[in-house]
């Protein structure tokens, strides 16, 4: 399979009814991500930003980017959407909460959280992965 036809299977696999309306949920989720974000960066969550270390506060504005762009192309089934949410949780989330991780641990129960953040997003991908796949 090239690269042309897997981007025709994904398209294609947009348009099936419980994937276009899954693709709705998570795109409402990554919006929800966006407030958090800006949420941090007002300083809303209860930790003035300019306090918290470089790395967590270019990680805000990146994913912040990240979840507002990608939430638009989903919600609009743009076939390109789907490269963007795995490649971006892939490279702005397991890899960094993965192999920096002490960097994102301050606290005790951050190891909780960002272990639950993995595990919430590898059911999201592989209920849509499984989504994208059947067909009706």
């Not at 009814?17 to 929800?32: F, M, N, V």
């Not at 490269?83 to 890899?95: A, E, K, M, P, S």
């Not at 595990?119 to 067909?135: D, K, M, N, Q, V």
Request: proline share 3%; net charge neutral; no cysteine.
């Amino acid at each position: 399979m090239d690269l042309i036809s897997l981007n025709e299977f994904l398209i294609s696999g947009l348009k099936q009814p419980w994937t276009a309306i899954y693709t709705k949920i998570i795109a409402i989720t990554l919006l929800y991500g966006a407030s958090v974000h800006i949420g941090n960066i007002f300083g809303l969550t209860g930790t003035a930003w300019l306090s918290t270390p470089v790395l967590w506060r270019s990680m805000d504005i990146l994913l912040l980017t990240f979840d507002f762009i990608t939430a638009i192309a989903l919600w609009q089934g743009r076939g390109w959407s789907v490269w963007l949410l795995f490649n971006g949780i892939l490279l702005l989330q397991v890899i960094p909460y993965t192999l920096l991780r002490s960097y994102f641990i301050v606290q005790p129960e951050d190891s909780q959280v960002l272990n639950s953040l993995l595990g919430t997003e590898a059911i999201f991908l592989s209920i849509f992965i499984l989504l994208l796949w059947w067909r009706k």
